[in-house]
């Protein structure tokens, strides 16, 4: 079995990785990545030198890069995690999004037509799903509520779904999709809430909360999400999409409070500012039908997984200190300059 991961010098698809080529050591897992601010290779450095990785740097919008690895490889299943992922940084500059998240996705499913796939697997969000309020706390996403979307990310994230569901309804591609709620954990860009906390208190810097840090997100341990697609690649049924999530769900300010408990830093670190534009108050998944249908349930508490990341943060310094300086930028030089 050979499998396309794009995205994965990425924080989730680097996770998976990791996680399938310990449990299957027999597939050859193939990482296309273009290496945008969020791809460090770095990351990748353990199982670089492994007979049955390859890395290949390219854009998954370049046809004719995808098309070469496709006719290279003969890939049996592709999982497409390669996106542009900050909510920030889309309300600043959405075209890139567009880009990536919805022509890239569309490109890579036109290889997979060309050149026949067992699966594509498209990794989506449940910021599809839009907001829930935050006095309803008995609402819950389904695969079945509409697509409502708030930011440019979530929007090209939907354009990407309703494109996947659309190659298999007209050309019969055998595709599934998930929709998961915000993760956290190891080698995740310090540009999200948790790591950008973390690293920040530790470098005794402000913790930014907007607004009055009120929003509630779902928080799930990566490598629960990374064993919810491996369970839908293999069980689950095309044509579906499944909901990922814990029932973990807190408010802002409590975790950035909680971070700084455990790391013994002061509350004075956190700094109200201007809330995000368009700002989601609430997300909160139903994932019953991944439980029900596939057996998945998340394995690791909160309590366990944060404690596990901080200190994942702590014993890797160099990893988010080399982002934070940009040098990270230069290792795929380092290790493929000329070659
Ligand atoms: P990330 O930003 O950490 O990584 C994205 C990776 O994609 C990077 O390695 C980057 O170099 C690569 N990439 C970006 N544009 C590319 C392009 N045009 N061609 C090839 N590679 C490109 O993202 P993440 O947090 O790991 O998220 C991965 C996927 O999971 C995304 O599709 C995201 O929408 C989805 N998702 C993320 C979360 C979360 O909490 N982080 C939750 C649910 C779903
Ligand atoms: P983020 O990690 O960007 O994920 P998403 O917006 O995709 O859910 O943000 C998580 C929550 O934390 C969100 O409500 C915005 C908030 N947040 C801050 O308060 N300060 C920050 O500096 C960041 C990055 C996020």
Redo the contacts with the bound molecule.
Sequence with gaps: MTIIVTGGAGFIGSNFIFHMMKKYPSYRIVCLDSLTYAGNLSTLESVMDQSNFRFVKADICDREAVDRLFEEERPDVIVNFAAES???RSIENPGVFLQTNIIGTATLMDACRKYGIERFHQVSTD?VYGDLPLDRPDLFFTEKTPLHTSSP?SSSKAAADLLTLAYYRTYGLPVTVSRCS?NYGPYQFP????P?MIANALDDKPL???GK?E?V?DWLYVEDHCKAIDLIIHKGKVGEVYNVGGHNEMR?IDIVKLICEKLGKPESLITYIAD?KG??LR?AIDPAKIHSELGWLPETKFKDGISATIEWYLDNREWWETIRSGEYKNYYEKMYGGK
Excluded: A, M
């Design positions: 900050h909510v920030d910021e990310y915000n540009e999200k809430l948790i950008l930014p909360v907007y840090g929003n997100r802002n995000r700002h989601d997300y």
